[in-house]
């Protein structure tokens, strides 16, 4: 595609479901980036894949979440035993370099709602 | 974490006017980029300037960089109603993730 997919791009989960969110990046693009945006606020650092190296996961707020890119293309992000404060958009973005700069595409993000 | 603070955290214009919003960062940077989200399209790069640069324009819009403050302003000229969104400025270091600020509302009336 043209964009970075992500899906589903609206998720209503009932408290302590597990729930998997998966993005499709641009293709060809190395880098892979999650985030999390609460209402009201900018998008919060989860994790950073290259290709299908996880570098960074110094964001993921507990042991509950899991990233995974086992191909360097797709990504699924996996919450398990949801709570009500893993309420949020979850984002996804994809980059053509490993560093140095470069700007970052994002998806239109999945809406999770935990109830 | 978040890196920057946007300054101001609401902004509300006439169109024609110019908005600026101001970013603060706390660590060193490669380079900083400045993002809209609107409703309608997620996120959308605006403009990169790099640690070396001080000054960079694109269409109607100027972004300056001092990194012995550790921050960065970005300007929008003759604003229009479309320029409604909210803008982030982000931080790259050493090839890391881009790490956002809490963002700036801005509201263009017609």
């Known amino acids: 595609g043209a964009g970075v997919s992500q899906s589903p791009r609206y998720k209503v989960a009932k408290r302590g479901q597990d729930v998997a969110l998966r993005c499709d990046p641009i293709?060809?693009?190395?880098?892979l980036f999650w985030y999390q945006q609460a209402l009201g606020q900018g998008p919060e650092f989860l994790t950073y894949f290259q290709n299908e190296a996880q570098l960074d996961k110094s964001g993921l707020p507990s042991d509950r979440f899991f990233a995974e890119r086992p191909e360097g293309s797709v990504s699924t992000l996996k919450i398990q035993r949801t709570q009500q404060e893993d309420s949020a958009v979850y984002l996804c973005?994809?980059?053509?370099?490993?560093?140095?700069?470069?700007?970052?595409?994002f998806g239109q993000g999945t809406r999770l709602t935990v109830v | 974490s978040q890196q920057g603070e946007e300054d101001p955290q609401a902004l509300s214009i006439q169109e024609g006017e110019n908005a600026t919003m101001n970013c603060s960062y706390k660590?060193?940077?490669?380079?900083l980029q400045w993002y809209r989200q609107n409703s309608g399209r997620g996120l959308v790069h605006l403009i990169l300037i790099r640690s070396n640069e001080r000054e960079k324009h694109s269409g109607r819009l100027r972004v300056t960089l001092d990194t012995s403050k550790k921050s960065s302003s970005l300007l929008i000229t003759a604003s229009r109603a479309a320029d409604t969104a909210s803008y982030f400025c982000?931080?790259?270091?050493?090839?890391?993730?881009?790490?956002f600020g809490k963002g700036t509302t801005l509201s263009v009336s017609s």
């Open positions: 982000a931080t790259e270091w050493g090839g890391t993730a881009l790490i």
């Open positions: 293709s060809g693009h190395v880098s």
């Open positions: 973005a994809s980059r053509v370099r490993t560093g140095g700069g470069g700007e970052a595409f």
């Open positions: 660590t060193s940077i490669n380079n």
